[in-house]
């Protein structure tokens, strides 16, 4: 206990900031990978259209020039010329004007967004400008939003899970004897109950999914996509990625046009939110996965090391020791992990469970720090801090997405919400 | 502090949470209305300027070449689709060989989604969706941890640079012998909770994002030829994931100067630290603009506050130590992730406040009750 201890004294403040670090790099690791492979499918996939794409326009060319005795140059002039009426929203089928008071309202929201579809971009120096300083307060304020969105469903899940829960504990029989407390016995049990993270990912995705073969739907009847191209379009806007190629109501004309662009609006605003809160679910479990991979590597390692397994024994309480723990502890709140957490736990069982007969001055100062390290614990666990006193950790218990990440970080995150 | 349960919230019909998402909503309803309107005057004109041109233009080259109207438009129709296929009049790089496919990649796992390249086939839009549900997520994860390392870095050099003032500060007049452990400690426990306010993270970060800004404008400007204004415009689209793609870096074939893989390395680079800064900026913007929006709500609520104080209102904002009282702790049950644990806090605060003593038993009790 006490090497591990003195082995906690002196690396325990830089462990949890070279874990997160680890993990950081592992995952941007990953992702580069991700990249390398998924741009190796795509060429694949994609590459033999594109040579037949520019073999087909170079004939088409040739055709015209040849056929209506066109001069190339000229021609090509004609096109760039073109591309700059592109750029100004100009197609060969009239679509909607770009800047009337709906067109830019449509604009304003996919720069909020960040879905950016682009079928609509300020050309004037004073636009771009603008367009800077709006997109500034506006973005952080729609992430903001998201955010938000993302706890309240979260919130809303987990009140409706836990009352499933409880309702299978009551139909289950009073026979929820907690060994820990006898006076709270039920209560208990759900005190700590959050929801299984896989539980709230299936949830989320199912009603992206219903969203998103809606929306589908909807725009595959007034658009003439086909069904898989709306599901693409839906995709591609929800995720906020907006390439721009496929973009819905752009038309001058629809059936029950006022209807229609508000169910656009209302399916986009619903799809981001779903997509964006499954996205950051996602990711909960893939930190768990990297967290995983991260614990098997560093076991491995300590293996090899032959170091002394994490675990701690029970054993009795050493008021100076403990006193150093405290001295860590302060310098720990600096560098947050969620390793922490579990040993912290796992300090107060050793103390807790062991029989052993300490004097009660012992007692009397080891209360005194065990009761600084709960404060610190309760003033933590309460803000959502990164580490939990909650024996069981499911995904969770960090805080889900940036609010999550970034509550108890700053002042303004730790003392008020 | 008696009154915990859910009936008497304080607040009304609407608890703080939904109260300050709705206002949330209602603010962004109206920037979004007030923004349409600043644009559509910037930006109207323009456009009508160059729908004339265009049908100048088109009239123009039809006449002179006698070329019926239906004609011209199946060219240029043809045209359109073969755009969509990443043709250009002058020759941009390849879409789909391997570099092109993974600049495609980079910008649909961090959303930018320029949309210079496309999918075309089915195969490609059908992988389109499941790559990019775990590519994004994982994007996502990785800017969220970020932002986690950034403010970690930012708090520890701000609580260096606070801890070597107080230290000069409090050292010379310490004159008694203390020991090195309560010194430790004691210092230790007035930095312990100190943490970097927001609006000098949002400072930093901010120089920061300029600072990257304009370094990449700087290269994008001299590279692609565009004006420092529009290479500033297409940076600001690029990193904060919006991505129009009126204009994209790094489409030509080659750059001047044998320095076409030096730049392309350098857009990779630019484009990710630039992303990396303005998400965190753009979060810790958020968080000020949280603070409005609780700081809007209290106004709204001072006529009607009760005569318990709400929670989060407390008049003293710091906590005073002290110990732990037992018989609150559990009052409040409230299942969501987020509130019931703020609950607790506000209660343990106003423990943690009060400067009661308790009983031996009391608080071997208390600590018993908070240990699992």
């Not at chain 1, 609006?265 to 809160?277: A, D, E, P, R, T």
């Not at chain 2, 949470?17 to 109206?30: H, K, P, S």
Request: include cysteine.
């Amino acid at each position: 206990m006490a090497k591990r201890r003195a082995a906690g004294s002196c690396c325990c403040p830089r462990a949890p900031m070279k874990e997160d670090n680890a993990r950081f790099c592992l995952l941007a690791g990953l992702i580069l990978l991700y990249l390398l492979c998924g741009a190796a499918i795509f060429s694949a996939l994609e590459h033999p259209f594109e040579l037949r794409a520019r073999l087909l326009w170079k004939q088409q060319l040739d055709n015209f020039t040849r056929r209506y005795r066109v001069n190339l140059g000229a021609l090509h002039t004609l096109l760039r010329q073109y591309e700059e009426a592109n750029g100004a929203g100009i197609r060969v089928d009239a679509l909607r004007p770009r800047w009337d008071f709906s067109g830019a309202f449509y604009f304003v929201g996919t720069v909020v967004s960040t879905i950016g579809f682009g079928m609509t971009t300020p050309a004037t120096i004073a636009g771009k400008i603008f367009l800077i300083f709006y997109g500034l307060i506006g973005c952080a304020a729609t992430i903001l939003f998201f955010n938000l969105f993302l706890e309240r469903i979260i919130t809303m899940l987990a009140y409706i899970m836990r009352w499933c829960h409880e309702r299978r504990l009551r139909c289950a029989g009073v026979g929820v004897v907690s060994s820990r407390e006898e006076s709270s016995g039920e209560e208990d049990s759900l005190e700590g109950w959050k929801p299984s993270v896989y539980y709230v990912m299936l949830i989320l995705g199912i009603a992206s999914v219903v969203i998103a073969c809606s929306a589908s739907t909807l725009y595959s009847s007034m658009e003439n996509w086909s069904y898989v191209d709306s599901l693409y379009f839906c995709f591609v806007a929800f995720s906020t990625i907006g390439f721009g190629d496929l973009v819905s109501s752009q038309r001058q004309q629809y059936e029950s046009q006022e209807a229609y662009r508000f169910g656009n609006c209302l399916f986009i605003l619903m799809g981001v939110c779903c997509i964006y809160s499954l996205f950051n679910v996602i990711s909960i479990v893939i930190k768990q996965t990297l967290n995983w991979i991260l614990g098997k590597l560093r076991r491995q390692l300590r293996q090899l090391a032959h170091f002394r397994p994490k675990r701690i024994k029970r054993n009795a309480v050493q008021p100076i020791s403990s006193h150093h723990r405290y001295t860590d502890g302060s310098v720990e709140t600096v560098c947050d992990s969620e390793t922490d957490a579990g040993a912290l736990a796992e300090v107060q069982v050793g103390r807790r469970l062991s029989g052993e007969m300490i004097s009660v001055n012992e007692f009397m100062v080891s209360n005194k720090v065990s009761l600084a390290l709960l404060q610190k614990q309760l003033s933590e666990t309460a803000h959502q801090g990164p580490r939990q006193s909650y024996s069981h950790q499911n995904g969770f218990s960090g805080g889900v997405g940036a609010l999550g990440i970034m509550n108890n970080r700053l002042q303004e995150t730790s003392v008020d919400r | 502090m008696a009154c915990r349960s859910g009936c008497c919230c304080g607040s009304g019909p609407i608890n703080e949470d939904n109260a300050r998402f709705l206002l949330l909503a209602l603010f962004i309803v109206v920037y979004l209305l007030c923004g349409a309107a600043v644009f559509s005057a910037l930006e109207h004109p323009k456009e009508r300027e160059a729908k004339e041109r265009w049908t100048q233009r088109f009239e123009h080259f039809s006449q002179k070449y006698n070329l019926s109207k239906k004609e011209l438009n199946n060219f240029l129709r043809n045209y359109e689709e073969a755009n969509v296929a990443g043709i250009r009049v002058d020759a941009i790089r390849p879409r789909w060989d391997f570099t092109g496919a993974f600049y495609f990649v980079g910008t649909v796992v961090s959303t930018i989604g320029f949309g210079m390249t496309t999918p075309a086939t089915i195969g490609g839009k059908v992988f389109l969706m499941f790559y990019g549900l775990l590519g994004c997520a994982a994007t996502i994860l990785f800017f969220n941890l970020f932002l986690e390392r950034v403010i970690t870095v930012i708090a520890f050099v701000l609580k260096s640079c606070y801890e070597r003032r107080h230290n000069k500060a409090v050292l010379p007049q310490n004159g008694r012998q203390v020991s090195e452990g309560n010194r430790a400690s004691g210092a230790g426990e007035e930095l312990a909770g100190w943490k970097p306010s927001v609006y000098c993270v949002m400072l930093i970060l901010g120089a920061a994002a300029v600072l990257v800004s304009c370094c990449a404008s700087l290269m994008y400007s001299a590279a692609e030829g565009w004006g420092y204004l529009d290479s500033l415009y297409f940076c600001f689209v690029a990193f904060s994931t919006i991505g129009f793609g009126d204009m994209v870096s790094s489409q030509r074939v080659a750059y001047e100067g044998h320095a076409t893989v030096a730049y392309r390395l350098g857009n990779f680079f630019f484009i990710l630290t630039g992303v990396c800064c303005i998400y965190s900026l753009f979060n810790v913007i958020s968080i000020v603009i949280k603070q409005v929006l609780n700081w809007l709500l209290r106004r709204l609520e001072a006529p009607c506050r009760c005569c318990f104080p709400r929670r989060g209102h407390h008049p003293h904002r710091h906590p005073r130590r002290n110990v732990v009282a037992p018989g609150h702790l559990r009052a409040r049950r409230d299942p969501s992730i987020e509130t019931d644990a703020i609950n607790e806090s506000e209660t343990d605060t106003g423990r943690r406040l009060s400067g009661e003593m308790i009983s031996m038993r009391d608080f071997l009790a208390a600590n018993k009750v908070r240990v699992d």
